[in-house]
């Protein structure tokens, strides 16, 4: 059934995929979902935590003084505000992160990777990086990773224009 169009773009035909398009999101969606599931399987099993909680060690220990705003470390990691203090809380819990004050905003909070979240992290490192290349690099030529590069790059430009004031996790 087909409504009469009033000329507004909500009562178009949705441009469906075609049969490739829709042969390569359903690849997509099947390789994304397997990635993340094997590279949390693996961190859960070696070092007790989810992906997202080694993301988050990553970002506070390439920081200038192993220290990031939540605010930052929300944008780095593309979540929630809600979740990453979530987040931020288990990792307290585990000695690995610490929450302080914001000298230059009374109104912010900074997160700090501990000396034990230090060693977790050196710890983790290595299997991480096993099974990230097991599963992705070492099946690339170097073309296809400069491709995969580039089209990444041009799907995270134009989920996140500069200066749209677009809804990004980050900002929720």
Not at 7 to 15: I, L, M
Not at 36 to 59: N, T
Not at 77 to 97: C, D, F, N, P, Y
Not at 129 to 155: K, T, W, Y
Request: charged share 30%.
């Amino acid at each position: 059934m087909t409504m009469a169009s009033t000329g507004s773009d909500s009562d178009q035909e949705p441009r469906w995929l075609s049969d490739e398009e829709q042969r390569v999101w359903r690849v997509y969606l099947h390789a994304t979902t397997l990635l993340e599931d094997h590279l949390d399987r693996q961190l859960q099993r070696d070092s007790g935590m989810p992906h997202i909680y080694y993301a988050l060690l990553v970002h506070l220990a390439q920081a200038p003084r192993r220290r990031m705003r939540m605010t930052q470390l929300a944008m780095d990691a593309k979540i929630t505000r809600s979740r990453l203090s979530h987040a931020i809380a288990r990792l307290e819990k585990h000695g690995w992160v610490q929450r302080e004050d914001c000298p230059s905003d009374k109104r912010g909070q900074n997160a700090f990777l501990t000396d034990e979240g230090e060693k977790v992290l050196q710890r983790a490192a290595p299997g991480h990086v096993a099974a990230v290349r097991q599963a992705l690099f070492d099946r690339l030529s170097p073309e296809q990773l400069g491709q995969l590069g580039e089209i990444m790059r041009v799907m995270a430009d134009g989920l996140q224009p500069e200066g749209t004031g677009a809804d990004l996790p980050w900002r929720r």
